[in-house]
């Protein structure tokens, strides 16, 4: 417990408290140099002061991408993009055929004679709320209206087309050429990165207009509408409830309404699918900027979503990674927002840790740092968590890149999360506390979230005892930190003998402390550098390397097996 946490009494029962943080102090300018003191000092203080300021920094940025470097360079950049045109132009791509639209026999004849003379034929307009205006009758799986419904667009015109061949959505955004090729980049950049957007058919740099695949399916506030939902703008504009309201109110509550239906119309699977499909966006680089039901299509065949319309999204490349968070964090919290998830952001995350809304806060295991100045508990503690991670764990563990890890008596995970994030492929934690896991849960949550990518790894609720029953097949690295110790000697003894057969790396940390207050005196000597170095060579592991910094309480010792010994004389 920290100073700040402990109860108020007398002022000499904190005389222990700061003794201790006055030795753990030592310990890390000392024995694991200043650096890390210093490092320590950045996290605490001038971290979270900085992640203060970068909201209002990322406004300028995108005020100066938008407002100032987009007009200085439209002229070059539109004659540079002219010039790759066969390069982005995308064909065979999920592309629909005009047979494959759903237009009747009559209307289809008479797009085919049209073809034959035009190498685009108009087939319907689109309008504000994605009603089609057909010309050639209806078209399967698409709202159709008739000329006197039809409710024109407010910024840029929308058709149906087919272009030399195939079925396209056409935009045109008039004298806007900033928003065209902006549009342009982002799709081709998204398209190559495999997301699930639009390929691009056609550009035409002399009216500014774009043609994109044509995704059939329904669009997400479509089916809300249907449902009940007031979301069309022709709805909207004519319900008492919105009249009186502020664009910002107006917005806020149409949300809501789409919430009402939101489960009857997709699952959580779909949910899910679109939360990765926008942290795919993120990974490359691009701010979506416009996250709403409108934008969101669920494509007929595989039920998957597809992300439509990104003249307001923004290319992030060369932007600070605390920048690039602070604006996908936007995108994170519209996500929310729309679908009533819970996805990390630094906003929700800094106010969880403040609030201690995160699984059992009083059990937290082990400090955690998050990047972006959020943390949980005390880094300076070199016994557990990231204090022990810098000061012993992360410049003694073999090294891990591409390894499967078996982690004995995980917790909440913060080490495999560490192995994984240094390159692992996956972790599997063995962890017998319903408490601990949860926290693991939440602490891949968040890491997934700092780091922009996933993490292969899962929990399986047991004892370690269990393994010698359990078909997980090999292992590069078996580690058990701090935990083996806790069971017996025959247990120890037959689990050692198991592992030397699924791994040829075992990594076992001790804990020499004498204050513990254990109950049972024997784990003082089970947690000994004598007894598991002595268990790890009679059953198995002969070769051992003991890693036991002066003054610290919690050796590391690393051993292989005659096998591993063979191997690398025979490589």
Request: glycine share 6%; net charge positive.
């Amino acid at each position: 417990m920290s100073m700040k946490d402990s109860p108020n009494h007398d002022k000499r029962s904190h005389l222990p408290n700061i003794l201790k943080k006055i030795r753990i102090i030592y310990t890390i300018a000392f024995q694991n140099g200043f650096s890390r003191l210093i490092q320590v000092e950045y996290i605490y203080l001038l971290e979270p002061t900085f992640m203060n300021l970068i909201p209002f920094y990322a406004r300028l940025v995108l005020l100066w991408k938008r407002r100032i470097w987009k007009k200085m360079d439209i002229k070059r950049d539109l004659a540079c993009w002219r010039q790759k045109k066969s390069d982005f132009i995308q064909k065979g791509k999920n592309l629909v055929l005009l047979e494959e639209l759903g237009i009747n026999e009559d209307g289809l004849k008479l797009v085919q004679e049209k073809i034959k003379e035009n190498k685009e034929v108009l087939i319907a307009n689109i309008d504000q709320d994605g009603f089609f205006l057909s010309h050639y009758g209806p078209i399967d799986g698409v709202p159709c209206i008739n000329k006197k419904k039809f409710l024109s667009r407010s910024k840029y015109l929308v058709d149906l087309i087919i272009i030399d061949g195939f079925v396209g959505i056409k935009k045109n955004y008039q004298r806007n050429a900033i928003s065209f090729l902006n549009e342009l980049k982002i799709l081709y950049t998204l398209s190559k990165a495999g997301c699930n957007v639009p390929s691009i058919l056609d550009a035409d740099f002399e009216n500014n207009s774009l043609t994109v695949s044509y995704i059939p399916g329904s669009v997400l506030r479509e089916q809300l509408a249907v449902k009940g939902s007031i979301l069309r703008d022709k709805d909207v504009n004519k319900n008492p409830e919105f009249t009186q309201l502020s664009p910002k109110a107006i917005r806020i509550k149409r949300i809501e309404e789409g919430k009402k239906f939101i489960h009857s119309v997709v699952d959580g699977s779909f949910i899910e699918k679109l939360y990765d499909q926008i942290s795919k966006i993120h990974l490359a680089n691009v701010f979506i900027n416009d996250i709403k039901y409108g934008n969101i299509i669920i494509e007929k065949k595989s039920g998957d979503p597809y992300l439509i319309d990104f003249e307001q999204s923004e290319d992030l490349t060369g932007l600070g990674n605390n920048t690039i968070r602070t604006l996908t964090d936007f995108d994170i919290e519209q996500y929310n927002l729309h679908f009533g998830t819970n996805k990390p952001t630094f906003k929700t995350l800094k106010k969880r840790i403040k609030n201690k809304k995160y699984p059992f806060p009083n059990k937290w295991y082990a400090p955690s740092y998050f990047g972006a100045g959020l943390r949980i508990g005390a880094l300076y503690n070199p016994e557990v968590g990231w204090g022990r991670w810098q000061y012993i764990l992360k410049d003694n563990l073999p090294n891990s890149t591409g390894h499967r890890v078996l982690d004995l008596g995980a917790n909440n995970g913060f080490n495999s999360l560490q192995i994984l994030r240094g390159g692992a492929n996956e972790a599997i934690a063995i962890e017998i506390e319903p408490a601990a896991i949860e926290q693991g849960i939440f602490l891949k949550s968040v890491f997934e979230w700092s780091d922009k990518r996933k993490y292969n790894f899962n929990y399986i609720k047991a004892s370690m005892a269990d393994l010698v029953n359990m078909d997980l097949g090999t292992f590069d690295q078996v580690i058990a930190l701090c935990s083996i110790y806790y069971l017996d000697d025959n247990e120890i003894t037959t689990l050692i003998r198991h592992i030397s057969s699924i791994t040829n790396c075992f990594i076992v940390q001790c804990n020499i402390a004498e204050d513990m207050g254990r109950e049972n005196l024997h784990t003082y000597e089970k947690a000994s550098v004598e007894y598991l170095k002595n268990a790890l060579i009679n059953n198995g592991f002969s070769l051992v390397n003991v890693i036991e910094p002066k003054g610290y309480s919690r050796p590391l010792i690393i051993a292989h097996s005659n096998k591993a010994h063979e191997s690398v004389y025979t490589d």
